[in-house]
């Protein structure tokens, strides 16, 4: 643990200063491509202003043989391509991997100034955000960098979800984390062989009418339920925690858009600020998921508007609203602002929105 007073000290003579906030820049999609895949990579300059986030992915799902061409294409596409509002993430390889040290040291010099975020995979500790936090500062004082590139960490461990209160704590860096369910469950030893998502056999049933051998082997109505809850519900706290933010991961069921869709809200209405994209139509499930609605945005300013100056409690169809309910509908409004400042279908949907007293 860094002491309070050298915590935000750059790490390296000449780094730049570490911020003091995380910016709260929308990230409602986090959409990989593969910069080895040529066809891929010529359709990223069109993609810039559909998409909160494009990540250049350098880790699983790159075969060993194209890790090079990966950053290679990576900083070729970073150099070329105008990002405007888009942010560039990148994804490296594992610490443990024979890439990761190349990864970086070829990254920052060349289109660190471009590099918004840097996904580290597989982090198990504190001792690894140190790492990569270090590497960073002297990369960036190197390349005389003027903005500190943020870290994110994939929670995929068993270890990294028991350590996750250390990993968010580590570094001013940290900008959030993402769950690795494919990772994650291998990591466990969870028997589920699918990427992220529920599981038909992850449920409660409803009592037997009796407890006579006929009625429990009677047909009864079951709920699934939702494998990832427990791992949300903890990287959403320890986010929170620490100022930084949480994503729902990958969902490998690109053809199943409806349960795709569940999956995405139950991370939204938990807390998560947004989730990976691994197609294109996942992208657009994503900015609906991660915008509040209309309806809940007409509802929230009727509170805001109700509640004057925020003390004591008014009555709206039936229903208390007071501070605590204030300030909920609060998170909704401000984060509807910041999407409405950068996605003009969203804001002209808010701006259309009449409220009645
Ligand atoms: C993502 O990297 C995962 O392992 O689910
Ligand atoms: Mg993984």
């Not at 990576?74 to 990864?103: C, H, K, M, Y």
């Not at 003027?146 to 996750?164: D, F, K, S, W, Y």
């Not at 009625?215 to 986010?239: E, G, S």
């Not at 709206?316 to 300030?327: F, I, Q, R, V």
Request: hydrophobic content about 45%; charged content about 25%.
């Amino acid at each position: 643990m860094r002491t309070s007073k050298d915590f935000f000290r750059p790490l390296a003579v000449g780094a730049p200063e570490p911020l003091r906030e995380i910016p709260a820049r929308p990230s409602r999609a986090i959409h990989f491509f593969d910069p080895s895949n040529e066809k891929m990579a010529a359709k990223i300059p069109a993609m810039v202003g559909t998409v909160d986030v494009l990540l250049g992915n350098l880790e699983d799902a790159i075969k060993a043989d194209n890790k090079v061409a990966a950053r290679e294409g990576l900083v070729r596409i970073a150099r070329e391509t105008d990002f405007g509002p888009t942010q560039l993430w990148t994804r490296i390889n594992s610490l443990d991997s024979p890439w990761v040290l190349d990864d970086l040291t070829t990254l920052v010099p060349a289109i660190g100034d471009k590099l918004d975020v840097v996904m580290v995979p597989k982090v198990q500790g504190a001792e690894d955000i140190a790492y990569v936090d270090r590497l960073l500062a002297q990369l960036e004082a190197k390349a005389g960098l003027q903005r500190p590139i943020l870290i994110h960490a994939i929670l995929e461990t068993a270890r990294g979800v028991a350590n996750i209160e250390e990993i968010c704590a580590a570094s001013p860096r940290m900008q959030g984390l993402s769950l690795g369910p494919a990772d994650l469950a291998a990591d466990r030893r969870m028997k589920t062989t699918r990427v992220g998502g529920g599981h038909p056999g992850y449920l409660v049933r409803q009592d037997p009418a009796s407890s006579s051998a006929d009625d429990i082997a009677a047909p009864r109505t079951t709920y699934q339920q939702d494998l990832w809850h427990y791992t949300i519900a903890r990287m959403v706290d320890a986010c929170a925690m620490h100022g930084i933010y949480p994503y729902y991961g990958p969902f490998g069921d690109i053809a199943d858009v409806v349960a795709c869709e569940d999956q995405f809200r139950n991370a939204f209405l938990l807390g998560c600020v947004g989730t990976w994209s691994l197609h294109p139509k996942q992208i657009a499930i994503a900015n609906r998921v991660f915008s509040p609605s209309v309806e809940d945005i007409k509802h929230a300013r009727r509170v805001v508007a109700a509640m004057g100056d925020g003390t004591g409690a008014v009555m709206l169809d039936g229903k208390m609203e007071d501070d605590a309910s204030l300030k909920q509908c609060l998170v909704m409004v401000e984060l509807a602002e910041r999407l409405a400042a950068i996605d003009p279908e969203l804001k002209a949907a808010y701006d259309a929105i009449e409220v009645d007293a």
